[in-house]
């Protein structure tokens, strides 16, 4: 838990040039050295002349070990003699399979799993894909690039729907939204995920039926977000980051309001500091504690006839009742960091793209995002999880 706002920004005082700490470590201090790699082979380099006189007079003194590391690109392109059959008890044409039991296909699942991490965890257009591949010898195009990923997504739809349930039971879950594209209409992307699930669908709404349709109508737990009235109608917790960069931006207009923001940022660090170890009657305690404070800020500052006040203060009665949830429910957030990180991965692609084309393209495209974006919240491999999705 941050011991400072959020979206606070710390100014260091400048310290002159002669009395600035020098970079690197303090003297005394042990050095750390990445361990060496194991050799894949060794081989002995000798000298015939020196490189300096051209002199071939030498006399042996020792030798030395200089590793190096380089990565060998090898096509494979493997040829199967299929086996065909006809059944003699149905008609059914039967064709062998490899001992994994899958058909062969155009591309292997190494490459397949490479050229969707490439898509999606590089964010490279098929364009480059295909340059890429290339290079590597293996022809290519933007259509066939395109359905590999696509193929892969289907592939993901079990692992989709598992995160999805895990999602329906948890006791919280961040959400968040923000606008997209798909062939230059306005759509919203969302984000729903805790600690080690992350699910991410496009829905042409903003509004609560998105809700409704992921989390259910009847979600016991609680969403921490940022207020907007699609969440409403459940147990929230208001994200403190929104409501201390509000008051922040309120602070600018008078000093009444920098009053209102160092207060407000005192009362969440009153309330979010050593929570992580707080036992839960120290939690209560801070539960009324915390209640009482923004009770007497509202009172305070509820007649401010300064608008920058004014905004701050309805913004923070109209949430009244989700400010202070994290403290009810041990390990909750008290801002919405969560959810925004969740989102973050697709809004940096779509500053790169600008839109996607079609809704099949964005199902394809949330369904791998929230899959992969999970198994790295698990602390999972993508790329070998990958590989046995498609295998």
């Not at 380099?45 to 490189?51: G, I, V």
């Amino acid at each position: 838990m941050r011991n400072h706002s959020p979206g606070y920004a710390r100014v260091r005082p400048l310290v002159p040039s002669g009395e600035r700490k020098k970079p690197g470590p303090k003297p005394g201090h042990e050095g750390v050295t990445r361990p060496p790699l194991t050799p894949d082979q060794k081989v002995a380099l000798t000298a015939a002349r020196c490189r300096k006189c051209h002199g071939e007079h030498l006399r042996f003194r020792g030798t030395e070990t200089h590793p190096e590391v380089e990565v060998v690109r090898k096509r494979i392109v493997t040829e199967y003699d299929r086996a065909v059959y006809d059944c003699l008890d149905c008609g059914a044409e039967v064709r062998s399979t490899l001992p994994d039991g899958r058909d062969p296909a155009g591309y292997g699942p190494q490459l397949q799993a490479k050229i969707v991490l490439g898509k999606i965890e590089e964010r490279l257009p098929y364009r480059k894909l295909e340059e890429r591949l290339a290079r590597e010898g293996i022809p290519s195009c933007p259509a066939t690039l395109q359905a590999v990923v696509w193929g892969a997504s289907e592939k993901l739809k079990d692992e989709e729907a598992a995160i999805l349930r895990r999602l329906r039971a948890s006791p919280w879950v961040h959400a968040d939204e923000s606008s997209y594209r798909i062939d230059g209409r306005k759509v919203w992307i969302w984000v729903f995920c805790n600690e080690v699930d992350l699910l991410l669908v496009i829905r042409p709404s903003r509004g609560r039926d998105v809700v409704e349709e992921v989390l259910g109508k009847e979600y016991a737990g609680q969403i921490v977000c940022d207020g907007w009235k699609g969440y409403l109608g459940w147990v929230l917790q208001r994200c403190w980051a929104h409501l201390l960069r509000y008051a922040k931006t309120g602070a600018e207009e008078s000093e009444e309001g920098k009053a209102l923001y160092a207060a407000l940022c005192e009362v969440y660090h009153q309330m979010t500091r050593g929570l992580d170890t707080a036992s839960p009657r120290a939690r209560a305690r801070r539960l009324t504690v915390g209640g009482k404070a923004l009770t007497r800020l509202l009172r305070r500052y509820g007649r401010s006839r300064s608008a920058g006040v004014g905004r701050v203060v309805t913004y923070l009665r109209n949430g009244r009742a989700g400010w202070l949830t994290f403290l009810e429910h041990p390990g909750m957030d008290a801002t919405n960091h969560r959810g925004e990180r969740g989102l973050r991965e697709a809004i940096v692609i779509r500053k790169i793209i600008g839109t996607l084309r079609n809704w099949k393209g964005a199902e394809a495209f949330t369904r791998l995002l929230s899959v992969l974006g999970t198994w790295k919240l698990r602390g999972e491999n993508p790329a070998t999880k990958l590989y046995a999705a498609v295998s």
